[in-house]
């Protein structure tokens, strides 16, 4: 397993990486968000431990620009700031973690291994709902082509991440179905119910954005799950 380290503290990324090691990770390090931004877009890695506050940008940043180049690596935060609103930002930004200093090594390599769970490739996609996306599909403006990781929203190219395409042909195949938080991990994700996750909320929040002024919107039926519905 590869991993990014992305931080700008010389000997805290030394520690990390070699504790990382040790548990057989073969680690980089990088000290800036540009320098970070050119070694994922050369090179594969399986997970970035991004640090929140580097010399020349946010970890924000970066996780959005490796989000918009499609980059889908999973992504841990790491940074002092605890306040909600920063996990939140660091979350909708495109992580897939935060993790708060000062911590133990044990709870980061417990993250570490819940995140690459959820990252992992379904066997077979027989079983999911996205197997019957074998043609386009549409609901209202939008086109999804899930074969060919398109879609369009009046004709007109729609950026999505692969998961965030994933994630709205599952709702889009069938409008008005209310999907629960557990079916859309499994369809999408490929996992069981992670009660440590919040990957369902973040996805969903980043759709709602993309989705403003496009016809449709997210519902929230409290409760039960989201459904896909004519905006309002």
């Keep these: 397993m590869r991993l990014l380290i992305v931080e700008d503290e010389v000997k805290l990324a030394d520690t990390l990486a070699r504790g990382l090691e040790a548990e057989g990770y073969r680690a980089s390090h990088v000290g800036t968000g540009a320098a970070a931004l050119d070694l994922a877009a050369r090179e594969t890695f399986d997970f970035v431990l991004l640090d929140l506050m580097l010399p020349d940008m946010s970890g924000f940043d970066v996780a959005e620009t490796l989000r918009e180049r499609g980059i889908e690596v999973p992504v841990i935060m790491v940074t002092a700031l605890d306040e909600v609103k920063d996990r939140v930002a660091g979350l909708r ?20 291994e819940a995140v690459l769970r959820r990252a992992q490739p379904s066997e077979a996609t027989g079983g999911s709902p996205l197997a019957a996306a ?12 899930h074969v060919r990781k398109q879609a369009t929203v009046d004709g007109k190219p729609f950026t999505l991440t ?71």
């Design 93 to 112: 930004a495109g992580a897939d973690d935060y993790i708060v200093k000062p911590f133990a090594f044990e709870e980061l390599l417990a993250r570490i």
């Design 162 to 232: 692969a998961k965030e395409l994933d994630l709205l042909t599952l709702l889009v195949l069938s409008p008005g179905k209310v999907f629960s938080r557990h079916e859309i991990l499994r369809s999408v994700w490929t996992m069981d119910d992670d009660p440590l996750t919040n990957i369902v909320e973040v996805y969903i929040s980043r759709l709602r954005r993309k989705l403003s002024g496009c016809g449709a919107q997210i519902e929230n039926v409290r409760g039960f799950g989201y459904r896909i519905a004519e905006a309002a």
């Design 134 to 145: 074998t043609g386009p599909v549409s609901f209202g403006t939008i086109t999804i082509d």
